[in-house]
């Protein structure tokens, strides 16, 4: 199983990203994804998380509203859609799956 994010960087208050996640070594249409991040001095915790089927299942309380999860199976790739960012959206991110994590996105919001 390999995840690689993509697609983190340094926005704006306010401002928006798309985050990436490639998956490869298993049958990705099959599982659920997940997104989590790690900000600075923080816990990982879970952002918002997928059914193979593409129903969303969870949300984060904090991004409710301003993040989306998608998939596309076709592509085995999984993304976050971010908006109305906010400095403590400030972390890395990390798709997952089987146990596995990716080596993580940094997203830095900053003015």
């Known amino acids: 199983v390999q995840l690689v994010e993509s697609g983190g960087g340094l926005v704006q208050p306010g401002g928006s990203l798309r985050l990436s996640c490639a998956a490869s070594g298993f049958t990705f249409s099959r599982y659920a994804m997940s997104w989590h991040r790690q900000g600075p001095g923080k816990e990982r915790e879970l952002v918002a998380a997928?059914?193979?089927?593409?129903?969303?299942?969870n949300y984060a309380d904090s991004v409710k509203g301003r993040f989306t999860i998608s998939r596309d199976n076709a592509k085995n790739t999984v993304y976050l859609e971010m908006s109305s960012l906010k400095f403590e959206d400030t972390a890395v991110y990390y798709c997952?799956?089987?146990?596995?994590w990716g080596q993580g996105t940094q997203v830095t919001v900053s003015s």
């Open positions: 997928m059914d193979s089927a593409g129903r969303t299942i």
């Open positions: 997952r799956v089987l146990g596995t």
